[in-house]
């Protein structure tokens, strides 16, 4: 009788607690039935910003034809002549590197961690593009004429290497602008009511128009814009979190709100249960994910390797060097003031799901970031969160975009269809192959919602489908040893360990095999370790087995570039005077000669930094297991602050000072326009242009050289 009576009371205990559940859902479901905005200011940002910046970069495009001879041809197309300078190089690193998850999911760490996973998400995503400065240099020295990685492979390995690495360079587009699209159109959706179809098909329609007209000239001058705004209303959020809001207003009365938190719902794992502790074993597990993923995402997406080739010689080591050091800032002080500012609002009645907690899945649907915003800042929180997100999945769509039609009209079109393609053809492919990617993605993304998952989802499983290709694509360009067979293989064996490893430890962890079991921690934990760690052992077994390699690089740098009189001929400008067509056997001994310097820095740079990133600042606050005083928590917000504002001037005011020529000859030219007193270059005119540029980079690489020296 008293086990019936048991059972029945468990039953009963059960059936409320699910009813409460539901009841709580119901509650933020209605809350979240009111955006803040009106899906009109949502239609008006989407369609309308994308209008603006495609009418803005048509416009650049026929003033950079007309007064500085950049023609669109396929060179320029997808190279942009190789000219692009340093705070270019900075600021469009930085802007294809802040997606959605920069903002959205740094911000869902720092709710669940507290402030380790700000921390552990920066240094575990700016690595990568501090390690890729080294293959970036190692890029342009031994393949000076390539259009993109995977001619690199192909030059050394052959067709089924090369066949090899393009599935694995498309799987990462494709995942990275799912993640983009699926994360950004959940919050038009949180904020404005649009429907998250219609903001999955309105979001790159902008972004294909501009980057269609465009190229990747194109990416890098809307980067730049973008950064500045992103960097801006970071600004905004941080400055009225810890100054000026009259509930929050300073580090200490988040601190003291922070402390309140732990007290009621504390963290699992974390050192005393606190969210001001760098010691947290899920944020530990998390950064392990996180580097590895970030891994596959930078060393296999193409977009990064256009940029490497996109800059001029000395522009790409201090490029990618200040662009992750830029970078660390932002998703560092966005997570620590909006992740935090999540967790300490929740008690008030400003926030969005007062009196509830946010929902798990709300969480994982990057929710995190834009609630803060509403309960800070109201209506104009969330105007500000809108534009911050539609800047990100933008910028980073425009890379996504130019990296698979540098893909599909070179790699495929040009190497197995028509190898005797004219410029005029390569052009015609590659904005095919703009359109039809950025519409194709839109309706994978819109799949991924109805199937339930999130941006969240789709950031942990990256490195589980690409990371195993990171090894064989480094040492193509880092080892001479390394022979077909092993280049080919490896990727392939490590993907099968690394989606077994995931799906096996789900299975035996939770019994079954769902979107959210599959999510968790520990399986996502074992296939990224598997996937980028598996072609350690099948590399050299398989050079073992079938010889070792003495590559001498001679194939890659036999790759030519494209031949584009045919668009010269009918825009009646001579290609020599279109920006780095004009390249002479000197100027790439000299170029050379930078490069092979570039190299012994960019190992010694990169690897310093990465060891005070990931061992020297972390580790000691992780093994002691500190909880944050108020003066420390106080000081480690005001470093991210003032690391912000380093971004800022390396991202923001230096473009525009490294520009100020270029910017002031087109001004005058459309100002004498306007005026009718312009006259018709001369060649010996642009070509005084063109020495005044490189003897610009001559003194910037005789400034390095001194630097060196002292």
């Given at each position: ?21 539901f ?10 039935a009111n ?5 009109g ?6 369609i ?16 950079l ?31 294809s ?12 760490i720092?709710?669940?961690?507290g ?10 995503a ?21 259009h ?28 990275v ?11 038009v ?7 998250t ?5 309105l979001?790159p ?33 941080a ?5 000026t ?18 007290k009621?719902?504390p963290?699992e794992?974390?050192?005393?249960g ?14 392990v994910i ?12 193409n ?11 000395v ?10 050091l ?18 300490a ?23 995190v970031?834009?609630?803060a ?15 911050l997100?539609?800047?990100a ?5 425009s890379?996504?975009l130019i990296a ?9 079109y ?19 192959c ?6 194709l993605?839109?309706?994978v993304s819109t799949?991924?919602f ?11 499983l990256?490195?589980?489908i ?7 694509a ?11 067979w ?20 789900t299975?035996?962890?939770y019994g ?23 072609p350690?052992?099948?590399?050299p ?5 079938f010889?070792k ?19 010269a ?7 020599q ?15 050379t ?5 570039a190299a012994?820095r ?16 972390p ?9 944050f005083?108020?003066?420390?928590f ?5 470093v991210g ?10 991202v ?25 007193t312009?006259?018709t270059?001369?060649i010996?005119?642009i ?10 980079d ?11 020296n002292?």
């Open positions: 009788m008293s086990h019936c009576s048991a059972d029945r009371s468990v039953s009963e205990n059960s059936t409320h607690q699910r009813t409460r559940v009841d709580i859902k119901m509650d933020i479901a209605v809350e979240q955006p803040p905005l009106s899906q200011f949502g239609y008006g940002i989407v309308g910003l994308g209008a603006l910046f495609s009418l803005g970069m048509i416009a650049t495009t026929w003033a034809k007309r007064y500085q001879n950049e023609v669109q041809t396929s060179e320029m197309f997808s190279t942009a002549g190789r000219t692009v300078k340093t705070g270019l190089v900075a600021s469009a690193v930085v802007s590197w802040t997606w959605a998850a920069t903002l959205l999911q740094s911000s869902g720092a709710y669940r961690y402030v380790s996973g700000p921390f552990w998400y920066a240094s575990g700016t690595v990568q593009i501090l390690l890729f400065a080294t293959l970036a240099i190692e890029l342009k020295r031994r393949a000076p004429n390539a993109t990685f995977l001619e690199v492979i192909k030059a050394r390995y052959g067709t089924y290497a090369h066949c090899t690495f393009m599935v694995f360079g498309l799987m990462t587009n494709i995942l602008t799912a993640m983009l699209l699926t994360g950004g159109s959940a919050v959706n949180s904020l404005t009511g649009m429907p179809a219609a903001a999955c098909f979001l329609v902008g972004v294909i128009v501009y980057t269609w007209f465009g190229g990747i000239k194109a990416t890098f001058l809307t980067d730049y814009v973008h950064t500045v705004v992103i960097l801006a209303i970071i600004f905004i959020f400055f009225t979190t810890y100054a809001s009259t509930v929050l207003g300073s580090p200490s009365a988040v601190y003291d709100l922070l402390i309140e938190a732990a009621k719902h963290v794992g974390n050192a005393g606190s969210y001001l502790t760098m010691s947290s074993r899920e944020g530990a597990i998390f950064f996180n580097i590895v993923g970030n891994f596959g995402t930078v060393f296999c997406d977009g990064y390797y256009n940029k490497a080739i996109a800059a001029s010689p522009s790409a080591l201090p490029g990618y060097v200040l662009g992750g830029s970078w660390f800032a932002i998703p560092w002080l966005a997570a620590t003031t909006m992740g935090l500012a999540c967790l609002l929740e008690g008030h009645p400003s926030f969005p799901t007062y009196p509830h907690r946010m929902l798990d899945a709300d969480v994982s649907a990057g929710l970031l834009p609630n915003a509403v309960a800070l800042l109201g209506k104009g929180g969330a105007a500000c969160t809108l534009l997100i539609f800047m999945v933008t910028s980073a769509s890379a996504e698979v039609s540098s893909i599909c009209t070179y790699d495929l040009q190497t197995y269809i028509n190898p005797k393609a004219t410029g005029k053809s390569l052009i015609w492919i590659s904005h095919v703009v359109g039809a990617f950025g519409f993605m839109a309706a799949g991924f109805y199937a339930g998952v999130s941006m969240g989802y789709l950031y942990l990256m490195g589980v690409v990371s195993a290709a990171v090894l064989p480094s040492l193509t360009l880092l080892w001479k040893g390394q022979n077909v092993a280049a080919t293989l490896s990727p392939i064996l490590g993907l099968i360990c690394s989606v077994t490893a995931w799906l096996v430890t299975k035996v962890q079954e095999i769902t979107v959210e079991t599959s999510g968790a921690n520990n399986p996502m934990l074992a296939g990224n370790v598997v996937a980028l760690l598996s350690f052992v099948f590399i077994i398989l050079t073992l087995a010889g390699d003495n590559y001498d690089y001679e194939s890659m740098r036999a790759i030519r570039r494209g031949d584009d009189n045919d668009i001929q009918e825009a009646e400008v001579d290609l005077l279109v920006p780095g067509e004009n390249h002479s056997a000197q100027a790439e001994e000299e170029e000669v930078m490069l092979n310097k012994f960019s190992r010694v740079i990169t690897v310093v930094m990465t060891i005070c990133l990931l061992v020297l600042w580790m000691p606050l992780y093994g002691s297991g500190y909880i005083s108020k003066k420390f106080t000081g480690w917000v005001t602050i003032l690391w912000l504002f380093f971004s800022s001037f390396c923001g005011l230096y473009p525009l000072w490294e520009g100020r020529h270029s910017m002031a000859h087109t001004a005058r030219s459309i100002w004498q326009d306007m005026m009718g312009r006259k270059p001369t010996e005119a070509q005084g242009q063109t020495s005044e540029t490189a003897s610009q001559k003194v910037a690489s005789s400034s390095e050289k001194a630097m060196d002292a």
